[in-house]
């Protein structure tokens, strides 16, 4: 079984930053990615960013140039540096891991999720 905790949402004004951690734990053998998604309230949950084990990044195109998604393979932590928020970044953000257990069954863990809200 793996576990993901996240810490480092709240409220911030618009323009300012805050930074999120995920750490995965557990029987974990392998991680091959880690990411975060985020979902808005009346919207589906959206990818934000990802990163592989080899470092490769994805993002979503509104948080390009603003987030760094960072970390990974040498705790099993994954990062969110969110810079230059603003009101519609406001939303649950999960952390999610995918990877293989000790057992060397695949798995794909969520987080719980934490709250980032930016005020205008």
């Known amino acids: 079984q793996v576990q993901l905790v996240e810490s480092g949402g709240g409220l911030v004004q618009a323009g300012g930053s805050l930074r999120l951690s995920c750490a995965a734990s557990?029987?974990?053998?392998?991680?091959?990615?880690m990411g975060w998604y985020r979902q808005a309230p009346g919207k589906q949950r959206e990818l934000v960013a990802t990163?592989?084990?080899?470092?490769?990044?994805n993002y979503a195109d509104s948080v390009k140039g603003r987030f760094t998604i960072s970390g990974h393979n040498a705790n099993n932590t994954v990062y969110l540096q969110m810079n230059s928020l603003k009101p519609e970044d406001t939303a649950v953000y999960y952390c999610h891991a995918g990877g293989h257990t000790v057992a060397l069954i695949s798995f794909g863990s969520w987080g719980q999720g934490t709250q980032v809200t930016v005020s205008p």
């Open positions: 557990g029987s974990i053998f392998s991680i091959n990615d």
């Open positions: 990163i592989t084990g080899g470092g490769s990044t």
